[in-house]
């Protein structure tokens, strides 16, 4: 029984009257509890809306048209079944209700999943809060009263008092400052990894995901275009958007004077690229790539690569 | 020293009034810029780094004459500009801000935006679009892009003609400020190297903003550590980032993760606390934050001291750390 | 309590006292300029030029305006309204007299529009994407901008006429009540009189409509579009993946934030439906301060227009007050 099983999975969004591809034919596991799983991609490459999928909070003009998300061999789609997946959102400030307290927000949770009192609530809220490193007495605060950091660890807060089966966390310390960011990151890490709780982990910084997950999606234009064990992915990229996204980061460690450059921008759901989706941006495209779609073939002793290189 | 020195700021502040919430009263002030002094060199880059507040963008919008400072001294090309700014300086100093998307009007067409600073300037209209498609192609765009509304452009593309309305008048010093933060990881490399390029091309001094280390050791040839309105560590990027002097750029480097899952990532960051009341400290503001902190450092404010030759850090404690 | 909600409330206080005066200046200056000569309207056309200044004399209209506002102020601040001149009695009876009949219409009519309003905005927001929101939207924006004057009109012809239904003041002459609080609804209940309180219903009815139906228009698109833009809000995604049950999310989290604006809206137009009041007042011989400020005008009695408009603009002021602090409640982000 896998965290996470998703096959075949296609998600369509309603725009101008027809139904557009977001997400295309993804196939991604997680194997174990506590694993980590990166989904890494530009802006638009529809990370985010499969991350929504998987948390079964899409929006009413999307769709799953294909495919299925388990979680714990039960799908994730239907709702008989009471999966408890958590997702932590981008933006802290707006992911919590500054009317309510965070005690009161965290608290909830428990009264209504857990029928608990009110009281008993609030002391597993503080409990809660500690474990995330706040102090208890935060649970009488309006979440503008707290800084980002302290609101992003809220948040996680509230994803693990749900007691959840799967978190995905969607880029949950982009608007923070580097230092804070990496405080709540290590934090985060530590605690599914301690709670053997599986995450999917949304982000576009692949140096983050090289040090928080264990597992890499390099996701493109809606499709997954390479599927590895992190180790292997960053010794040798295979897909040439990987290779050329690894080279084009500044990096604080090595001193970097010409950065490689990806022609073009990526493209928008709607006008997706005939054939390899990747191909006019790619410097090895050849005549195949620009009418077939390369399917996902199986490289190494694990995952995949959608490449005409390596068919 | 060979090169001029372009811009050169002494003791430079900037102040911002608080308010009480209700009644308005004067209830202190924020320093957002308090007492720098900088120099940055004709065609060099100098990088601001720090976090948000801590005022890399009011010292950026002071130096870009958008801003009076509140006290101190500001020098151009050797001229006192600090309160006023000679006319025919107008044109040398611009700034192109983090936003591509607030930066254009959207009623108006991208050629009406580029000209716009040549027309102030007095050209006539089809030598300002003449210069505006040199200026295009420059940046990477070309002629048809002159007809567009920015609504029609992506990101990057924008971007890109805010840096040529910023070019046009030619001139000499820019301050960028996070001009590739809001930009996708393929984007902002593109931008970067336009950049870089450019500067050279057209002998350019750019004052670069970020809250980004790694963009800024890309671009970068002198890296200014800015905390809480001042100015902890500056010095040549490479001393910098291999051996950094001051407490708080070594916890800013360790908290970017080395793009290798080999590598092990241990930041060595302090515990969270609030830099806003920093207005009644008179030792090193970073004293609450830092973990090597001794009662000098909360007592006594430190001085930038060279300690290799342009290589200054504002700490007590820098060789015993 | 701390010190901030204190200094709010004073400076709140303050703040209406201001307007207050303010309303006074503009009221008193308003009504002089209105054309016309009380003392004409009073005497007749054929009253001699003797007589005219005798009046005149005698209600203290012969001295210049400074001098006039500095003895209407000073009998102000002790709470006399001053009397009116072609009525004879004190202003303060009148408006007493008529002011619980007014009340009794607008918050009749704003409860109506606020019980419908807002439910059906709520309603509406969850169907957002239907057919039924554009119908509804639609109608709500017609019914918005539907006249007072002919919206009355045709509610007294469709009440009077079409379902044979008393209309016009607020009781049938037959009933004798004795009045406990003025508010006949309530007064006729305490009395015993189920008939009498049937007939003031009935009544009631066309008035409060002409006055509810455009504010109801009003909450139930305001309601409808705060609704949502709370909906789309990150922080409902939140409650939603938290498997709250679907009537939590919606009054715990989106109608709570939502409400913030319906009721800064519905205080401000409280206003308007304190102006619709006089035409309606008129239109259903309601016998309330709408009915007293127009007699008033046509007859430019002064002290009347004077005093029942202030006291209009004492309740306007008051009402809005209270939704600014209603609001600091709510809203703990105000508070800093």
Redesign the interface.
Known sequence: MKPLEIKGLIIQYYVNNQWVDVVSNVDLDIDERGEILAVVGESGCGKTTLGLAVAGLLPSNAKIARGYIKVFDKDVTSTSNSIKIAMIFQDALTSLNPLLTVGEQIAEIDIHHFKMSKKKAFEEAKKRLAEVGLPTTFVSKYPHELSGGQRQRVLIAMAIAMNPELIVADEPTTALDVTTQARVLILLRDLVKKLGIPMIYITHDLALASQIADKIAVMYAGQIVEYSNKYSLFKEPKHPYTQALLSSIPRVDVDVSELHIIKGEPPTPGSFPRGCRFHPRCPLAFSKCFVEEPIPRKVSSYGYVRCHLYG | MDSRILVKTEKLRKYYVVRS???KRVIGYVKAVDGVDLEVKEGETLALVG??GSGKSTLGLVLAKLLKPTDGRYIFKGLDITWSLPKELRSKIRIVFQDPYSALNPRLKVRESVIEPLIVQGYSGKEAVEKAIEYLKLVGLNEEHLKVYPHML?G??RQRVVIARALITEPDFIVLDEPTSML???????I??LLKEIKIKRNLTYLFIT?????A???ADTIAVMFAGQIVEIGE??NV?SKPLHPYTN?????????????I?K?E?PE?S?IENTTNINGCRYADRCPYAKNICRREEPPLIEVIKGHKVKCHLYNLI | MDRNIISYFFLRLIQSIFSILGAVIIIFILSRVLPGNPAIAILGPKATPENIERVMKEWGLDKNYLEQFSIYISRLVQGDLGNSYIMGISVNKLVIERLPASFELVVFAFIISLIIGIPLGIFIAKKHDSKLDLIFSSTSILGFSFPTMLLGILLLLFFGLGLHLPVGGRLDPRYTIKVYTGFMLIDTLLNGNIAAFIDAFLRIIPPALTLAIPLTCLMVRFTRNSVLEVMMQDFVKTAKMKRLPESIVMYRHILRNALVPIITIAGLYFAVLVTGDIIVETIFAWPGLGRLIWEAVTLRDYMVIQGAVLVVSIIYISVNAIVDILYFYIDPRIKG
């Open positions: 919430k209700i009644l976090e948000s992506s990057g593309q996708d990881v393929s984007t902002q490399a593109q970067l190297q809250h980004n280390l790694a963009v050791r890309f671009i990027k490479n980032f916890s800013l480097i360790s908290a970017y993760p080395p793009p290798d899952p080999e590598a990532w930041p960051i969270e609030s």
